[in-house]
């Protein structure tokens, strides 16, 4: 059974920092694409990083440079890094899991970005 289970969400003022994490188990994340998505309230879900099999990582534009994905195999666990935060990044953030036949996701973990 795929289980991810994020943590690390938290109310931070702007410009601050966080860390996320994704613990995964019932998968090995090195063999699959690891994704953090997030939702803020009446918008739809989107990308914010990626990193796949061969460790190669891509962000969009409203990130780049303040957000980056990490992993770690030992520990079957994936980072996202959030630096100079914005009260736009507010949201609920969710780790993801794509393989060949696998599509999983966490229960989510929520960033607060306010003063």
Known sequence: ?????????????????LRL???ASGII??????????????KQRELVAIIA???ATNYPDFVK???????????NTVYLQMNSLK???TAVYYCNAKGYTLDAWGQGTLVTVSS
């Open 21 to 23: 994490a994704c613990a």
């Open 87 to 89: 009260p736009e990044d």
């Open 29 to 42: 994340i090195s063999r699959n694409t690891m994704g953090w998505y997030r939702q803020a309230p009446g």
């Open 53 to 55: 099999t061969g460790g």
């Open 1 to 17: 059974q795929v289980q991810l289970v994020e943590s690390g969400g938290a109310l931070v003022q702007p410009g601050g920092s």
């Open 65 to 75: 440079g303040r957000f980056t994905i990490s992993s770690d195999n030992a520990k």
